[in-house]
Nanobody, 123 residues
Framework: VQVVESGGGLVQPGGPLRLSCAAS????????IGWFRQAPGKEREGVSC????????YYAGSVKGRFFISNDHAGNTVYLQMNSLKPDDTAVYYC?????????????????WGQGTQVTVSS
């Protein structure tokens, strides 16, 4: 069972970036996939998640309208399209897979985590 993020990098303010979360060893369609991020000196926070079985999506207020989460069942991959990036979006972004019941961003309810991918927004 493995979850691997990719697509991070350096981007200028206002630019776009797309992150990918690929799973192996299990099928994402039975899970909720969440994107979390951790900036230097801050706690890890929820960004967005998608329930793969019904397509329900949820976003943190700080990214709503700029970030969009989607899934590709055939490729067993989830994407996070990030637009209008700001320096405050700079963080390590993590993909996590689980079946949260108490809260969409309750990190204890996500079973499988990737290693993270660095996103840096700077001119």
């Amino acid at each position: 069972v493995q979850v691997v993020e990719s697509g991070g990098g350096l981007v200028q303010p206002g630019g776009p970036l797309r992150l990918s979360c690929a799973a192996s060893g299990f099928t994402l369609v039975y899970y909720t996939i969440g994107w979390f991020r951790q900036a230097p000196g801050k706690e890890r926070e929820g960004v967005s998640c998608i329930n793969s079985s019904d397509g329900f999506t949820y976003y943190a207020g700080s990214v709503k309208g700029r970030f969009f989460i989607s899934n590709d069942h055939a490729g067993n991959t989830v994407y996070l399209q990030m637009n209008s990036l700001k320096p405050d979006d700079t963080a390590v972004y993590y993909c996590a897979v689980g079946r949260p019941l108490r809260g969409w961003f309750d990190q204890d309810e996500y079973e499988h985590w990737g290693q993270g991918t660095q996103v840096t927004v700077s001119s």
